[in-house]
């Protein structure tokens, strides 16, 4: 496949396997959160840990600020957390943050940093720490996108297997510091804009927005599903913890059953599919919210499973 054929297929899930238990089918570690400067970011990280529950990954665990956890958890509650230390100031202590990061990442299958992370030096310094590790496939969203966007030199600290998910404003941040002259809202140029990200910097991009793109520099791929009732807030986050929740159960291991580019795939499709289930059973062209969203992956994932 290339550049030119705007439909590879899609690979079937595998089946579960029926004797598998938690630890079966991977960790993942959102990171995400801010409570600084007089705003509380607290759905964000926790809708993306209930995507990734909702994708079939066996435990979820938030990383966020620690005044700002109870609330997380109380939004997912089927997660575990740890807090990150804080400044007087609700700030993350820039000595500690990385420490927490560094011993998450050390036992998770995939991660999500980014969703409601804010930005800032020491939230920089953990987007770059994400993805100058090569050990765990992290996806980088949201505010993690606009801090590495800062960084001119990114390319030569990029090391992680790594999805990067941008809406169009998040695209045009990173795409200017990495001289990408592409507009990813002209629908002619966003397959072209996501392919060339993803060769810059050696991952798979998730273009966002309405035929939403994906691309691993090589193969590249639009999704032809969705809804109108998908653009509302947090359904962007769903989608990061539904993606890493794939890469965490197929992607991962001596023996992965899917490649990045293609739990990629899968997940955008089962996102736009849910939506349009929900528009269906609700007969309604807006007021969709994002934990309902999350409500619908589960079908719209068995339907793309191989039943064994």
């Not at 089946?15 to 801010?34: I, N």
């Not at 992370?117 to 496939?137: C, H, K, T």
């Not at 991952?203 to 035929?211: F, T």
Request: charged fraction near 15%; proline fraction near 9%.
């Amino acid at each position: 496949m290339n550049d030119a054929d705007p439909r590879p297929p899609l690979p079937l899930l595998p089946p579960r396997p029926p004797h598998g238990h938690k630890g079966t089918f991977g960790t993942v570690v959102v990171v995400g959160g801010s409570h600084a400067g007089g705003r509380a970011m607290v759905g964000a990280p926790a809708l993306a840990a209930l995507g990734a529950l909702r994708a079939g990954a066996g435990l979820a665990k938030l990383v966020m600020p620690a005044d700002l956890l109870p609330a997380g958890l109380t939004v997912c509650p089927s997660a575990t957390g740890v807090g990150i230390p804080q400044t007087g100031g609700g700030s993350l202590d820039p000595g500690a943050a990385p420490q927490v990061l560094d011993s998450m990442l050390a036992g998770a299958s995939a991660a999500v940093i980014g969703p409601g992370l804010g930005e800032g030096d020491v939230e920089r310094a953990l987007s770059l720490r994400a993805v100058q590790q090569d050990g765990v496939p992290v996806v980088v969203d949201a505010d993690a996108i606009n801090n590495l966007a800062v960084l001119p030199d990114l390319f030569r600290d990029f090391h992680a297997p790594a999805i990067l998910t941008p809406h169009p404003g998040e695209f045009r941040r990173i795409g200017a510091a990495l001289r990408i002259s592409q507009d990813p809202t002209d629908p002619a140029q966003r397959p072209h804009a996501a392919a060339e990200l993803a060769r810059r910097l050696g991952c798979v991009c998730v273009l966002k927005g309405a035929g939403t793109v994906v691309s691993d520099g090589i193969r590249t791929w639009t999704c032809a599903r969705g809804h109108p009732c998908l653009a509302t807030a947090g359904t962007g986050d769903v989608l990061a913890g539904v993606v890493a929740g794939l890469v965490a159960q197929y992607a991962c291991g001596p023996m992965p059953k899917l490649s990045l580019f293609d739990a990629a795939r899968i997940g955008v499709e089962a996102h736009a599919v849910a939506g349009e289930r929900w528009a269906s059973e609700h007969g309604a062209q807006a007021g969709l919210l994002a934990q309902e969203l999350a409500e619908q992956v589960p079908g719209a994932l068995e339907a793309m499973r191989n039943p064994g």
